[in-house]
Structures are given as C-alpha cells and as structure tokens.
C-alpha cells in the first residue's frame, strides 16, 4: 500500500481535537509520548494499546513507521505545531512532504503570549531542546521580545543566571521575564519576574520563558562610524576612528567565523566587527578590570551580543578559544613574540591577522614574527591629523603602522 499517509497532529490544552478522534481511530498505528498515554485511554478508550508506540527514542519510532507505512495510514501525537520546533519537519524529510497531513493545534508559545496579553508577532522564536543556552545567548540578547522552549538543562533559572553573567549590572534593570508552566492542563502556573528573581526559583517542566528588553531609551547609532565619544572608555585609551577603521578594513571580516581581538582595551574593535559582522563569535581578550568593565558596558550599550568577553593574559587564555579566522592584536604587554606564535599555530587556513603598532618596538618586530610563521605580510603606515573649522585647530594623532598577515589557502587536491 504505497498511498499511505502520516497524520501529524497537535495537542493543545491536554485534549485532542475532537474532528479527529474518528480519524485517528483508523489508523493502523499511532506514535505518541508516553505523557499522552492517559489522554489516548481517554478519547479512544477502544484503540488497541499493541498499537500504541513510543514516540522516543526518535530513531526507533522512526523504523516502527517504515515497517508498518505498507499497512495502513499512520497517526504522530505532538504538542502544539507540529512545524513549529516540532517532529513534522524530521518527519517530512524522512518519508516526503507528499505523505504527510499537518493537523496543527495551538503552541504553548501561543498560549503564554495570550495569558500575558501581548502581541507576539513581533517576538523572536528560540528553541533551546538539546542545545547549549551559552552559544545562543548572542541571539537570545539580540531581541527586545524574545520566547524560549527550554528543556531540563536550559531552564528558566539557567537561562536567567547565564544572561546574569552575560550583561553589564547596570543593565538587568531592563529585562523582565516571564514562565509558563503546564501551559493549558492542571497545575499551569505563570510567573513574572525580574532576572535576579527567576534566577533563585525552580520551576516546573514543561515551561515556556518570555524575556522582554526595555529599550526605550534606543539611540539611533550608526551601522558603522561610532565615535571616540560614544564608546565608553577612560585616560584616552581606545583605538581612535580612523585607525579603527583601517584596522578593520584591513581584516577583511567574514559574514560567519571566529575573530580574537587581542589586547581589545575598552572594546571598541570588538564591537564594531561585531555589530558590521553579526554571525561573527567575537573574542575579546582583555587583563586589565577597569578596560573589562568598559568592554561590557559598550557590548550591552551597542547590542553587541556576539562578543564574548575573556579575561586574563594572552596568550595564556588563547588556548581556550576555538581557531579563529580573524585576529586583531592591538596590546600585546610585551609579549608579542609569544602571542604570534600562539595565535599562528591556530590561525585557520585562509586566515588573517592585523597588528596594531604604536610602539617602534612592536613596528619592528611584528612583520618579521609573521614572515617567520609563513604568513604573507604588509605594512601600512597611517598618519592622522584632525582639523576644526572654522577655527582650524590642528590636532595631530602619532603615527600608527598596521602589519597584516595572510595565512595561505590550503588547496587539497583530489
């Protein structure tokens, strides 16, 4: 029997819904949770329980289907969409969009933006079954309406800890939180809260998280161009406009990748490449507490999310971080030589590395470290002077050299 057909249907509110109760008692087989079980006994009391099967472990539901498809039409219980961070998509891939039937009901990400009472075409959608919170809190932060699916691991106290950690303390003031619990069956329960709160409370699974940023304070910065005076920064200590936009010219950013700033002192490169470059895992490497401060606050004032902050000494820290594709050193506290060749052995094929030298030490010796670890080198000298009008005051900035190293393109050949 090749004419089969797979019925997807979702549950919503603990029932299923009754235009298809006859359907799925006609089917040869229906894949459900075991949480679904006592629902099964209750609408269709006469369905033989041989016929019911486990939906998990995935891949064995998966052959159960294959086996019987010959047989007959076959019935897959999910919660909510079942195209919405659901089984139909997995099932569609599996057996062809030809051969299922979506019979979709009502999410419990629906369900809590309707107790909540806020619109949620505009929400951001986040699934967190199975990933790691950590590597999605770039996009989690990058929204001011944003809902999560959490898991066991990624709770609500989890996911409000690791933001804790993330952001400035000088901005948890903005965020309010929101979970709902059992959404639409006995024991729902929805809680609001501020981070600090959620992160000191257990909840219930399943839950659904809402996290709301206040940013009606948005200033209109622009895509690209920030000024001196708009970074946070102190004593003068920041890598001025036009050298920033040399340096970052100069390395040439992927749209995706890893880029190490090495040295980043207040952020500033970070945060540029980092708001140019949004699918870019910006490291930013940094010893000093005060400049970390700085870093932090600029990462949350700019919604620079995709920067994560490393304290320590390179290139001790530069271990611990993944190859990177880009790399920006621009204080190295005398440890050039090392850092070089610690960030060379790691460079990916293809990779790039621009030096910032202010000190004729650093000028001198930074092309030769490159040229030693095989990278092709260039040398770029920028002298800066600032001029006001209509007074004319000059303001000369120091010469600062840009050494750039390309690591070469391996080609394997088959």
Known sequence: MNDFKIHIVGIAEG???PRRVAMLADCRLIVAAASMESLLRQQLPDYPRSQIVALTPLSAALQTIAA???Q???AVLASGDPL????GEVLGRQFGSDKIIVHPAVSAMQLLFSRLKIPWHDARFISLHGRKAGLQMAEILAHPKVCLLTDGENNPAFIAAAILRHISPRRRPCFSLFVGEHLGVAGERISAGSLEEIADRQFA???TVVILQDWTEETG???FGLGEQEIEHSRGLITKNEIRAAAIHALRLPAHGIFWDIGAGSGSVSIESGRL???LRVFAVEKNGEQLEHIAWNRGRFRAWNIEIVPGEAPTVLEELPPPDRVFIGGNGGRLADIVA???RSLRDGGRIVISAVLGTTRDAAPGLLYSQGLAVEITTLSVERQTFPDRQIAGLNPISLIVGQKKLMWIRK
């Open 15 to 17: 029932t299923i819904d």
């Open 68 to 70: 019987h498809a010959d």
């Open 72 to 74: 007959g039409n076959i």
């Open 84 to 87: 919405f961070f659901g089984i």
């Open 205 to 207: 699974q399943p839950n």
């Open 221 to 223: 910065y622009p895509v």
């Open 277 to 279: 470059a949004k699918g």
């Open 342 to 344: 610690s960030t060379c």
